[in-house]
């Protein structure tokens, strides 16, 4: 039974997203159950990539940093093994094709529900390309996430009529990083998903701050944040818990 479930049943979610070994794995371990504590509902496990094609310099740059200090997926997998003995928070990894396809899908996805991953985000892997994954995904009890842009209106009912866990709403058109202000109509693109699915919609892409949280949450179901807590990991790296910790409880308190 998926754990996505449970992250949208106490108000709005807060959904959390760290690069794995940024700074280091040892960092990572400590993170996702001090996140767990300060309020994240779900924490999302960015599997490191030299080439993140969906990120911004600030992302990327934790992808750089995570494998400069020697991170991998089998060291991944090994530290989650580990942390779910300490929190049974959701978890979802956020990663690509490559990866997944290098490393063998139905062995990646085995690895992952070994380690109690419960979802799984690939950015690059386009809607109608996605049933091979999809297949090793429901073997595993894992959910594949969609992700709708805001270009794909025609797109959107076709899209959300077949996902599952929830659907990522991305707010803004370009990559993933901390924007001033979110222009998209959220309201409308949520509408279109709910129309056509009972399905929670999370937001992301762009919030970064406490009032951005809750002028997302009012339209969806859960925000996502990544780029405006890597910047706090690239800024005290490995003293990054704590902080991380504070921003995380402020960001869940501006939704409730």
Request: with cysteine; glycine share 6%; hydrophobic share 45%.
């Amino acid at each position: 039974m998926s754990r996505i479930k449970n992250v949208f049943d106490h108000g709005k979610a807060f959904i959390a997203f760290i690069t794995a070994g940024d700074p280091n794995l040892d960092i990572t371990e400590q993170l996702i159950p001090a996140m767990a504590r300060a309020g994240a509902d779900l924490i999302e496990i960015g599997i490191p990539f030299s080439d993140p094609v969906a990120e911004g310099i600030v992302i990327q740059n934790a992808s750089a940093r995570a494998l400069a200090a020697g991170t991998t997926t089998d060291k991944i997998f090994a530290m989650l093994q580990r942390v779910r003995k300490k929190t049974d928070i959701p978890l979802a990894f956020m990663t690509y094709t490559n990866p997944i396809f290098v490393y063998g899908s139905e062995r990646f996805m085995q690895r992952a529900a070994a380690c109690g991953i419960d979802a799984i985000i690939v950015p690059d892997l386009p809607f109608e390309e996605k049933e091979e994954l999809l297949s090793c995904c429901k073997a595993c009890d894992i959910d594949l996430i969609s992700l709708i842009a805001p270009t794909s209106k025609q797109r959107i009912s076709m899209i959300a009529a077949e996902a599952e866990g929830f659907v990522y709403c991305v707010s803004s058109l370009g990559v993933t990083g901390v924007r001033s202000q979110i222009t998209t109509d959220i309201a409308e693109m949520v509408a279109l998903v709910k129309a056509s699915k009972d399905i929670p919609c999370a937001i992301g892409f762009g919030i970064s701050t406490p009032e951005q949280a809750k002028a997302m949450a009012a339209h969806a179901d859960g925000v996502i944040v990544g780029s405006a807590i890597v910047k706090i990991a690239e800024q005290y790296g490995v003293e990054c818990v704590k902080p991380i910790s504070d921003y995380v409880g402020h960001m869940k308190s501006a939704l409730k």
